[in-house]
Nanobody, 121 residues
Framework: QVQLLESGGGLVQAGGSLRLACTAS????????MNWFRQAPGKERLFVAA???????YYADSVKGRFTVSRDNAKNTIYLEMSTLRPEDTAVYYC???????????????WGQGTQVTVSS
């Protein structure tokens, strides 16, 4: 069955860094654009970053220049390197896979369970 397993969340001080990972199985990784979303308490789930099979990357304006998304196709794994973290980056971060062109949350085909990132001020 399809699995997206995220890891790497935690508590960090403002200005610090974290790296998230998401390992996929159960579907054709090469067909999917892999995405990161985040959801803060009481807020909607928002797009953060994505990477295509060929390595094209996409970012929300709020994280450009601070976050870097990458993928290791041999390991069916994507990463999100987060630096210069801010308290407003606090959220549950979700990995998602999409075989379509939309970046909307409701267009994703598969979701991970999420990992908590908390940035203290």
């Amino acid at each position: 069955q399809v699995q997206l397993l995220e890891s790497g969340g935690g508590l960090v001080q403002a200005g610090g860094s974290l790296r998230l990972a998401c390992t996929a199985s159960g579907f054709t990784f090469s067909n999917a654009r892999m995405n990161w979303f985040r959801q803060a308490p009481g807020k909607e789930r928002l797009f953060v970053a994505a990477t295509s099979w060929s390595g094209n990357t996409y970012y929300a304006d709020s994280v450009k220049g601070r976050f870097t998304v990458s993928r290791d196709n041999a390991k069916n794994t994507i990463y999100l390197e987060m630096s210069t973290l801010r308290p407003e980056d606090t959220a549950v971060y979700y990995c998602a896979a999409s075989e379509g062109s939309s970046f909307a949350a409701d267009a994703m085909d598969y979701w991970g369970q999420g990992t908590q990132v908390t940035v203290s001020s």
